[in-house]
C-alpha cells in the first residue's frame, strides 16, 4: 500500500521516489541516477561504476534500482546509454484518467 501522506508527494516532485521505491537507501539511489541524467543527458555504462564508488551504493543495490527504473518506464536504454523516459509519468497519467473515469460510474 502506498501511504501518500506520508510521502508528501505533492509540491515535492522528489518524494515520488520514496513512493516507489520501498526505503531511503533505494529511493536515494533513484534519485542520484536522476539528477546525474539531468546533469549529463545520459548515463553510460561506464558512469555507473563511478556512481556507485562516489556515492558509496552497494553494485547490487544500484542495478536493482536501475532495473526496476527501466522496467517503469522512468529510463530507457539505447546504444548502451541509460536516458530519462517520459513512459512513467505517461502511465501515471493513463491510471489517473482511468480512476477518475472510474469513480464517475460509481
Known sequence: MIDFDYHNVTQKPD???GVVFRGEVFSEIAK???EHIK???CLSSYETREIINDNGFASNSFYKVLRR???LGMLYKIGGKYRISKEFGNAMNRLYKAWRKLL???
Open 15 to 17: 518524494k515520488i521516489f
Open 32 to 34: 542520484t541516477i536522476i
Open 39 to 41: 546533469k549529463k543527458g
Open 69 to 71: 527504473m527501466l522496467k
Open 104 to 106: 464517475e460510474e460509481i
